[in-house]
Structures are given as structure tokens and as C-alpha cells.
């Protein structure tokens, strides 16, 4: 399961630019950058110590990586280097403890693992040599490549919502019991074990740099920066040397990082029995969530329904609790294929219309006729000849031949993830919200929103005809009304904590049921334990590297680094 690793862990991991960013500091003698700013002392169970230490080139460039994002959260001076000595510190330790911990086979790092190390690897250098290949193309006048990541991306297909965790009876107890990925098959290492990670990315950029020019250029660029942040410093000239030293840093960065998620789904399991792995979050951590946001909706809302109105209509992300207010109308949920017009297609008409050129009737022809000949995009590419009209009936085709609603979900997806150009509704938890009095919409798509809501009447599934509005064509399905999770009859005595078996058992099968949206499968016992999941596996790792920290010496050097202030 993947998770956000907080800024207390992953810092100062992420990589650097070539060091002779440093543009800071302009000393380069190597007794400087090896000073010792902080070492720590940590005991061995065999009464021996091992003793780890932050040199001053390691604090510079974790400076000039994260200098502008603590700023501006308020560090500065003295406190900002202070700050960034302590985070060196705690990720030594934490590293530290991961490596005994793989040693000690608590920790298993896979073929997978291997694998994605290697391939962010590469792809961190040649990221960086990037870099460089744009100012050789623009030195020497020669158009900009695309970025395959601005492809890719306009390639992202609907992503199902793969489960992390399952609640689970383990004798009469309610556990969360962790899943393992669904395609977690161990591959084949994808480089030499043997020949090593560094060895074997070195060969595979030799072989990249040598197909290109450009490349070539870019790579003696490179190594001459680092040959002139090295100079002074009695270090490799050799330039093939240079790079595998280059490799080798950011090959390291990018292992720490790994060693610090492998770390995270560590602390997130609580135990193990019979092979399988339970979350430190409980069941009753995920009712306890609930019941305390459906209260503090109910406070807020019965106090200010326009806030309510205003929230619902924002995202339901964090509405838990639903009014039933007359005066507010009803809401349901709409999704939509929106196929965007082109820039200025209709400035030049409204210009003669505006002038007297043509009268409206011809006017409103012109531009029916600029509208039916919209093509619609696949991924972000227009297709030629594929008009907006064509589209509509191939879509509507599909959906009346869908069976059932989920039949119709896969169809619309399938459409959805390919031709729509609006991003704010793929792959999200929610769908847009519409109100039958209220809506953050334009007027064009309210109307035909709730034509399919039918006040209360419409069938989930079924699909407008082609709405036009500003922002180009729209093409909306109905998903059904909003409802409340749970019911509250008296706020006072409401509880999800203090449950009867029967009860707890109902409500564990309705959160583990019920979905977040007739589009994707995330349920709400989902959504509440990623929330979870994050926030106290951030904890543990806190409270466990205070608990690290217990038994070993830290010492710091202040004299080693003041004059960075």
C-alpha cells in the first residue's frame, strides 16, 4: 500500500540538483564540506556502538533543496539550519534501524523493489541530464523534445480503486486485516545482481548518451560541473569516474527513500498471525472518526444550513452528515463527458453578427453547424473526423445496450477516461453535486442535470442529450441522490462507539458495502482508513523515533556550520 511519507522522514531524501547549485556557499576544500555538523552514537546489542555522522555537504545540500519551501513556513537563520541539522539526524537514525531490520529479515526487500529502485535510478539521472540537453538545445537552436510525462499522463486511463484493507472476524474480535497488492507478483530482477544497480544503470545512460548529440554534449556539460564542484577537493578527475560517482548519489538517495516506505508499512502492521498482517488502526479508531465528524456536521449545519448548502454543492468529501432542509431543496449526484470547443471558434461569427454582417437566424445556423463539426479527443488528441455528433451516438449506442447499472458504469468510464476533457471529474472519490434549488453550475447543465433527476424519479445510468454551454459539449449521466450514511434521530443519543454486537456487526457490513460513488468501488470504510492509515503510521513514526532516540548520544556542532546563517 502506498502512503504519503511525512516531511519528518523523507526531506531531506529527495534528490538533489547537480552540486554546483550550491551557489551559496563558494568554498569548495574538501576539509570544509567534511566537517562534522552532528554525529550520533547508537548502542549494538553485542555492547559495542556505532557511530553515524552529518557532514556539512550533506546540511548544504539538504539547504539548497528545501531552502525556499521552509521559508516560507516561517524558518529562517539560525532556526532553519538548526531545524534541517535535527531532520539529518532523525533520518540517520531511522536508516539506521531499517538496515538492521533488513538484515535481521524483519524487513524484505523483493525483486520488486530492487526493480523500482533501479528504474528510479535511471530515470532520476536521466531527469538530470535532461536538464542539460534543454540548454544544449537551446544553445544551439534546436526546437525543445516533448515531455513523455505530459504524455502519459494525457494517456491516464480510469484507474479501478485497488482495496488496501478488509475488516475481518479473528476469533469474535473485529480486526483490519492489510491486503497485499493485486499485482504484486515478484518479477525478475531487471539488471545484474551481480554487476550492481550503479554498474548496470552507468552502461544503460553510456548506451542512451552514445545514440545522441545532443545527449553527449549534455552528459560533458554535466560531469564539467561537477568536475569544477570537485576541484580543489583531491577527488576523481577521471570524467567516466566522475559519472559513476554521480550515479552512486543519487543510487543512494534513492535506496534511503525506499528503505523509508518499506519502514512505513512496517510500523502500519500492529501483528502478525498465521501469515497475515493487521493494521495498528482499529475498528473502533474508524467508527470513532465517523461519529465524531457526523456530530460536528450536525452542530455546524443545524446552526448555518446555508453552509451546509454551500459544502454539499463544493464536494461531499467532507459533508458526513446530510440535512433535510425544505427550504434547500434536494441533491443528487451527476457525472459528465465534457468535449471542449475550440479557442475563438465562434469570435470570428459573433464579430459579424455584432456588426450587421449576417442577422441571427443565419447566425445560429453558422453556429450549429461550427458546433456539429467539433471533433472530440482521445487522450487529449484531437480526433480528425470524429465529430462530437458521431461521438454522442456511439456513447448512447453503448449505454442502451448496457444491461445493468454497473454495466453502464464500465461504459461510461470506458468513454470517460478516453474523450472527456474535463480532469476534475477522473479518478476522483466523489461526483459533482447538484441541488434542485442550488447549484455551483452553469445554468445549461443545471437544467439538464435535474431534467434526469426527475424530481426523485431518474434512473441511475441514464444519460442526457448533447448540452451545450460555454465551456463546450456536455453529455451528463445520472448517479443517483445524495443520502445520509446514518441516521440520526437524536443527536444526543447518537453513538457509533457504544454499539450492541448485532449493531456493530450491521454497521461494519454497511461501511464495508457501501460505496462513495455508483462510478468506482472505494467504500466508506475505505475512505475513513486511508485517512487513518496516514495519520497514525505519521504518529508511530514520530513516537518510534523518539523511542530510538531514547538510548543514544547526539551530538551537535554548532561552531561547524554558523557561518550558513
Known sequence: MKKRLPLLLVAVFALSVVLSGCNLFTMDKNAYYNQIVASVTVPEDDDKKTTITVNKEELMQAYNRYYQSLSQNGY????????????LVDQKIVINEVTKLIESNQITLTNNDKNEIWTSTYENMEGLLKDYENGVLEDWDLPEAGSPSDEETQDQGFTPYEKTAEIVNVGGEWKIKLLEAQNNEQKPLVYSEQDGVVKTVTEKLDEYVESSQVATEAKKRYIADLKNYQSGRGMTTVNQKIWENEVERVYKSVL??????????????????????????????????????????YTKYTTSPSTFNDDILKSRSEVYYVMDNEDLGEYFYVSHILVKFADGLFTQLDNYLNSGVIDQATYDNMRENLIANTNVKSYGEEVEGYKVGQFYNVFKEAMDNAQSVQEKMDVFNQFMYEYNEDTGNKNQDYDYVIGTKNSQMVESFNEAARELYDNGNGQIGSISGMVESE????????????????????INTFSLTSQTA?????????????????????????????????????????????SLKHDVGITKYPNAYKDLY
Open 76 to 87: 529562517s537563520g539560525q532556526a532553519l539550519i538548526d531545524y534541517l541539522v535535527d531532520l
Open 256 to 297: 534511503d527513500n525506499k528503505y523509508l516506505t518499506l519502514y512505513t508499512d512496517y510500523l502500519e502492521t500492529a501483528s502478525s498471525a498465521n501469515g497475515e498482517k493487521y493494521s495498528v488502526v482499529e475498528v473502533k479508531d474508524v467508527f470513532k472518526f465517523l461519529e465524531s465528524k457526523v456530530k460536528a456536521n
Open 471 to 490: 465551456y463546450g459539449i456536455h453529455i451528463l449521466v445520472y448517479l443517483g441522490p445524495v443520502e445520509n450514511w446514518f441516521d440520526v434521530d437524536d
Open 502 to 546: 448485532e449493531d456493530l456487526e450491521a454497521n461494519i457490513n454497511y461501511i464495508t458495502e457501501t460505496k462513495l460513488s455508483n462510478l468506482n468501488t472505494k467504500t466508506i470504510f475505505d475512505y475513513v482508513f486511508t485517512k487513518l492509515s496516514t495519520s497514525n503510521v505519521s504518529i508511530l513514526e514520530v513516537l518510534n523515533l523518539n
